[in-house]
């Protein structure tokens, strides 16, 4: 049986550097042969004490990591990590590239149990978000009025495009502390409003804490006002919308398709949902994908994915989806079953439509693959002269479905034949009742 090659270990460090580290932590460094990390955190080590060959990551991390660590296999290997590694670390992508198995985890506290300590804020109550590699418009999706929120910055630029993003989202009167170089000698404190910070960029080792106070009030269910949308009338109205986001039952870590995304609506309030859920919003027009874009930034989830071009070719290529929206073009040739097809086992497929001739097409597949067929029907009340009146709006016929596995889908196929089969057989068998 082979030698197993030596474990990895990864060691936190904080800003104290080597006289804030564990004896154990100290050991590993001492014994190592090879230390990777960060440049700030290779000086951390005086070089009396770790003599080991030091090796910067190189930039971008993340496509290095495998070739690294190939090229120093079989040597006692340490990497250093800021604070916890599993906390925003590099000991996620490690464990992703080498296996959990292969590492052993030294964790020092983080930087957000530090800022905790210091505020007197309770751990499990303080929202996190990290701006780390991340856009910024990230943080709005965590704006809510009277919450806490510990920001990880990306470097000494972040608490004033914090501040200012704050502004600009109608949280100005929210109280920003940016504690830097927290743990070493060296840590300040800073204080302000976000409206007007006062600061100038200080040290790029930072945690931005978060008194929101009063703001507007965003939702956290589907649903959310039309008006949150910038639109030229491509929008699944708010009520529709909410009943389709419960029919797509969007669970963390799925994949959304929005076909037809119009203003991207479905897709942005499926990603809100969860921050692991992701999305691609599939928009034939430029004008209409662009804006898509500035509607998931503006409702805190950048992450979106929009892939301009019309479907089903603009679907080549996409990763397997858990849930289909389909809001337009549902008459295009082949969309319905390329989407059918692209579906993964056991998920969801949901098609609005409020024309008769895609009404006629999905109750052609309703009668295929069974599902719900349901229509949803919204008026609202508007003055009549004096008096007050109901206006419909136009009536949106959903078809819904779950995907059976190969197995189910060909039972189902077999039964349906022998259905057919038997009312062949007897003409009045729609009779009989």
Not at 44 to 49: N, T
Not at 271 to 298: G, T
């Amino acid at each position: 049986m082979p030698e197993l090659p030596p474990p990895i270990t990864v060691v936190g460090i904080g800003a104290d550097g080597w006289p804030g580290l564990a004896v154990g932590s100290r050991a590993v460094l001492r014994e190592a042969e090879v230390v990777v990390g960060g440049p700030r955190q290779l000086d951390l080590l005086p070089r009396d004490e770790v003599a080991a060959e030091r090796v910067p990551w190189p930039s971008p991390l993340r496509p290095a990591v495998p070739g690294l660590l190939a090229a120093h296999a079989g040597r006692r290997t340490a990497v250093l990590a800021s604070g916890d590694p599993m906390f925003y670390g590099i000991g996620r992508t490690l464990a992703e590239t080498v296996g959990a198995e292969r590492l052993r985890v030294l964790p020092h506290p983080s930087s957000v149990s530090y800022a905790c300590a210091r505020l007197g804020w309770p751990l499990e109550a303080t929202e996190v978000v990290s701006l780390v590699g991340r856009p910024l418009d990230t943080l709005s999706l965590a704006l809510h009025p009277g919450r806490r929120l510990l920001v990880l910055s990306a470097d000494s630029a972040t608490p004033a495009a914090v501040a200012g993003l704050l502004t600009a989202r109608g949280y100005g009167t929210a109280r920003l502390r940016v504690l830097e170089q927290l743990g070493a000698p060296a840590e300040r404190h800073l204080d302000g409003p976000a409206d007007g910070w006062p600061h100038p960029p200080g040290d790029p080792l930072n945690v931005i804490a978060v008194d929101l106070g009063d703001g507007p009030r965003t939702s956290l269910v589907p649903g959310l006002p039309d008006t949150a949308y910038e639109s030229d009338g491509q929008l699944t109205k708010r009520h529709v919308r909410a009943a389709t986001l419960a029919t797509l039952a969007p669970s963390p870590g799925e994949l959304l398709w929005d076909v037809g995304g119009g203003s991207g609506s479905i897709a942005i309030e499926w990603l809100r949902a969860h921050r692991d859920c992701r999305a691609v919003s599939v928009e034939r027009d430029p004008v209409r994908a662009e804006r898509i874009a500035r509607n998931a930034a503006a409702l805190g989830v950048p992450r979106l994915r929009v892939a301009t071009g019309p479907a089903p070719a603009a679907l080549a290529g996409l990763p397997a989806p858990d849930a289909v929206f389909i809001g337009g073009g549902l008459t295009a040739p082949g969309l319905l079953e390329s989407c059918w097809a692209a579906l993964r086992p056991g998920g969801r497929i949901v098609a609005n439509t409020v024309t008769l001739e895609s009404e006629a097409l999905l109750t052609e597949w309703y009668r295929r693959h069974g599902g719900e067929l349901v229509k949803l029907a919204v008026a609202h009340a508007v003055p009549v002269g004096g008096f007050t009146g109901w206006r419909q709006a136009m009536p949106v016929t959903q078809w819904s479905a779950v995907k059976p596995d190969a197995h189910a889908a060909e039972d189902r196929t077999t039964e349906a034949r022998a259905a057919e089969a038997r009312t062949s057989d007897n003409p009045l068998q729609e009779n009989a009742s």
